[in-house]
Structure formats: structure tokens, C-alpha cells
């Protein structure tokens, strides 16, 4: 089976027009954001192979719509979010119900936007190693 790249990509166009309306709306961007994280973590085992850039992607996601990181560019995160909602669309270029190849699309979708703001991802990973380090001193020093 062929994938139809341009049809997948003009989908994912329409999810990160989604998005940028999405993310006017904290309350609604968190609701999307737990959504697509409850879709994965019940279709894990299909996802196996972006589960860790997956779970990155969910965590920038939510750092940065509670406000907790905002320095990622505004492109990046509209492609992040973009990006599950395209994940939580039942009904894209290949619907999800379809056995085995209903995640293939998803897949490509989410490998996509991972290669695209690596970068970025590369930077948050260094602050939030670095928060948790800040915890981590915090809590020994108020230890002993």
C-alpha cells in the first residue's frame, strides 16, 4: 500500500490550521493535548516505535500551554500541536480503526513534525533537565 504524501500533508496543513485556533484557547489546547495523550497511551503498543518522541512532544505541549515554557518559536508549537491533532482525528488519510495500517499516516505525521522542530526540542530538553535539577537542589538543600 502506497501513502498518498501530499493528501497526508494537506490534512496535517488543516490540523495545524486547527491548532493555531487551539492554542488561542489554554483550556481547550490542554483538553487536546490530554485527549491525543489518553489515544496513545491506549494504542501504545502501535506506536512503539515514536513512543519516546511522542511522550517529548506531550511534554513541550503542556509545558508550554501551562505557561511553564514559552520559549519555543510560535511555528514550533503550532506544528507540535498540529501535530496531535492530527493524532486524535479518527478519520484521516488512513482511518485509525483500519487494522494495522490506521496508525501508519499518524506515524508519518508525528516522525514529521519531530524532524521539524528538533531544534527545538533539543533546547527544551536542556531546560527541562534543568528544572529538575533545580528541584532536585532545592529539595537537598531543604533536606538537610
Known amino acids: 500500500m502506497k501513502l498518498n504524501r501530499q493528501k497526508i500533508l494537506d490534512f496535517f496543513k488543516k490540523s495545524q490550521n486547527r491548532a493555531t485556533v487551539i492554542l488561542n ?5 490542554g483538553e487536546t493535548i490530554q485527549d491525543a495523550l489518553g489515544k496513545a497511551v491506549t494504542n501504545k503498543g502501535e506506536l512503539e516505535g515514536v513512543w519516546s ?29 498540529g501535530g496531535l491533532v492530527y493524532f486524535l482525528s479518527p478519520i484521516d488519510v488512513l482511518p485509525d480503526f483500519v487494522p494495522v495500517l490506521g496508525f501508519i499516516d499518524d506515524i508519518f505525521v508525528l516522525n514529521l513534525v519531530y524532524k521539524q522542530v528538533l531544534k527545538d526540542l533539543e533546547k527544551y ?8 535539577k533545580l528541584i532536585e537542589d532545592i529539595d537537598g538543600s531543604t533536606a538537610q
Do not use: C, H, M
Request: cysteine-free; proline content about 2%.
Open 25 to 29: 484557547d489554554k483550556t481547550k489546547a
Open 53 to 81: 518522541k511522542l511522550l517529548l512532544l506531550f511534554a513541550v505541549s503542556k509545558d508550554y500551554v501551562n505557561g511553564d515554557y514559552t520559549e519555543i518559536p510560535k511555528r514550533s508549537i503550532i506544528a507540535i500541536v
Open 125 to 132: 530538553k536542556i531546560w527541562k533537565e534543568s528544572q529538575i
